[in-house]
């Protein structure tokens, strides 16, 4: 099969690359100087060009709170153009399958946990990433609309938890929770410094998926995607505080100092885990644990950014 994967030099798309089911598809990865997802012309020829079976679209502008809070037009803007884009001409020129990487951010702030596909649109968005997830909503209703007009377009929404892991950004303003924390930690430990904030309490609980793993549900997905459901969460079924995200990573980096907390600073959602029903009656589930994923990640960090 040959497929079209956009974003492939951000974090998610460079894992899907380099698993090693890659080899049995005909991978087309480009840059985004070959193709420009902010011009819907520059996206309409390339499918065109490349007549790709499927297309999965894992390309956007990221980052954790820092960053939604300080370019919200950038996050709403450029994400929705580049999904309408890449959706529009994909349907436009009868690609039949598309997979669609959507958000959890999506979900209602208030929503009760866990997080089923069905809460989408169903409450107020968390205000501290509003722009990213109106973009992500869009196209995943876009993908339901197309799918529903003809049902021969399988155009279908993944939308997973909290990702980390190999490829990912390791910079506060643009990352997020985990890297971030990674680098700040380190370089706490390097500088002998004796306490870490934390941003608010550490109560907060977010579930975070090693991206490997993700690559490969994307796979099991494309062998299965026929009966995969049209919206599907992708998580471990289980969360972690802040607090205790801190002291994993914390022991792994071996620093011994002391953490204080910020009252002062936003935490975004309490929780954030999503319901897994669907992804376990559909056959999956992560290998990853949290302890082996930070350190991976972290022999990165080590060996790759912080040289």
């Not at 079924?237 to 002391?258: L, S």
Request: net charge negative.
């Amino acid at each position: 099969m040959k497929i079209l994967i956009t974003g492939s030099r951000g974090m998610v798309g460079s894992n899907i690359i380099e698993h090693t089911t890659a080899n049995k598809h005909e991978i087309l990865s480009p840059t985004s100087a070959d193709l420009n997802l902010l011009d819907a012309e520059s996206v309409k020829q390339y499918i065109v060009a490349n007549s790709p079976d499927m297309v999965i679209h894992t390309a956007g502008i990221v980052g954790g709170i820092q960053a939604n809070m300080a370019e919200p037009v950038r996050f709403l803007v450029d994400n929705m153009q580049m999904g309408l884009n890449i959706l529009m001409a994909s349907r436009t020129h009868e690609v039949k399958w598309f997979m669609n990487l959507g958000s959890s951010c999506m979900y209602p702030r208030d929503a009760q946990n866990p997080l089923s596909e069905d809460l989408i649109l169903k409450g107020e968005l968390e205000p501290t990433n509003e722009g990213y997830a109106i973009a992500k909503v869009a196209s995943t209703r876009l993908c339901e609309y197309i799918n529903r007009e003809d049902e021969s377009f399988l155009y279908k929404t993944v939308i997973p938890c909290n990702l980390y892991g190999k490829y990912d950004k390791f910079y506060p303003e643009h990352s997020h929770m985990i890297p971030a924390v990674i680098r700040k930690i380190n370089d706490a430990k390097n500088n002998n410094l004796k306490s870490i904030d934390i941003w608010g309490d550490g109560l907060a609980r977010r579930e975070f998926m090693y991206t490997a793993d993700f690559a490969d549900f994307v796979y099991y997905a494309i062998d299965n995607f026929e009966v995969m459901p049209q919206n599907i969460n992708v998580g471990l079924g289980h969360d972690y505080t802040i607090n205790e995200y801190y002291k994993k990573i914390a022991d792994t980096v071996g620093y011994q100092g002391k953490f204080t907390h910020d009252l002062s600073r936003p935490t975004g959602m309490q929780q954030k885990l999503v319901d897994d029903t669907k992804l376990k009656a559909f056959g999956w589930q992560p290998q990853t644990t949290l302890e082996q994923g930070i350190q991976k990640t972290y022999d990165y960090f080590s060996n790759e950014i912080s040289q």
